[in-house]
């Protein structure tokens, strides 16, 4: 069976908007709703309904819209004769609630993605899992192999990857491509704006090249692990030195601190770039804080 298209309509913090299109015999593949959802039909049809209680079929008419709870899990495939296509908005403000679990058992069970399957019916959070560690260790097949598995298991999934990626870009990347959050924001973008195809499928692939042969550092992971720990702990708080006390807050403006002070403390300026032309600053310095040095240059 063909694959049904994916054309992403827009996003907003509360809600995502989908058109599928769905040729006669496509099908969505296997997918979870993590969301509340509202699907208005463009065409009349006959959809055919796959669920782990087995399949049933539903009639869609052109303009009468329906809604469901987030949970539900099927494949949606065309049982007409005929092209349709509907538009899903998910309510991104609705999502599935957590089921409740025994306090011993881990918090990765509280994750969606642990009950849910791709299209070839292996676990997404340990796909999930091939992916990023893939990436990490350089091993590039392997990685487009996750990718592909999730890109092709459905929307929410592909969504997944494009999260995942970019948590990669932070996290296992870091200074290793400085330039990776941006690139990986600019190649999301760029795949929004195609249909689900083997060309939006490039987009992914890309991605996915690229944080697997990019150079690798954690330290940012590191130090924020870091920071969270020590402030839990107590062992770290935020100290306010004297000279943090200038005319930006409302203790320094009552000391009546002004320019002269922030231009002596406040504006000092460490592990500057080499080479950089003073001439402007070092006239404010002289003119606020008393500064030597020799004029600018008119």
Known sequence: MSKAQAVSR??????????????????????????????????????????????????????????????????????GEKYLAFVEVELLEHPEPKRPRAAAKLEQFEDVWSRTRTINGRPVDEVRSVLQKSIRRGLLEEAMLAAHELYASGPETEELLWRRLEIIATEDVGFGLIEAPAL?????????????????????????????????????????????????????DVVVEDYHVDMHTARGVAMGRGREQWWAEGAVLLNQIEGLDRRWGDYLRRLYAGATGPAPAK
């Open 10 to 79: 827009g996003e907003t913090e509360t809600a995502r908007i989908t058109e599928w299109q769905f040729a006669p015999g496509a099908e969505t593949g296997h997918h979870r709703h993590a969301y509340d959802y509202i699907v208005v039909p463009l065409d009349d049809g006959t959809l055919r309904l796959d669920t782990a209680e087995g399949a049933s079929m539903a009639e869609l008419k052109r303009g009468v819209a329906y809604a469901r709870k987030a949970g539900v899990e099927h494949n949606v495939t065309n049982a």
């Open 184 to 236: 990986i924001e600019a190649l999301n973008a760029q795949r929004l704006r195609w249909p689900q195809n083997s060309e939006r499928w490039m987009f992914s692939a890309h991605a996915v090249r690229l944080l697997t042969t990019a150079k690798k550092d954690r330290t940012t992971m590191e130090i924020a692990g870091w920071t969270e720990e020590v402030t839990a702990r107590g062992e770290r």
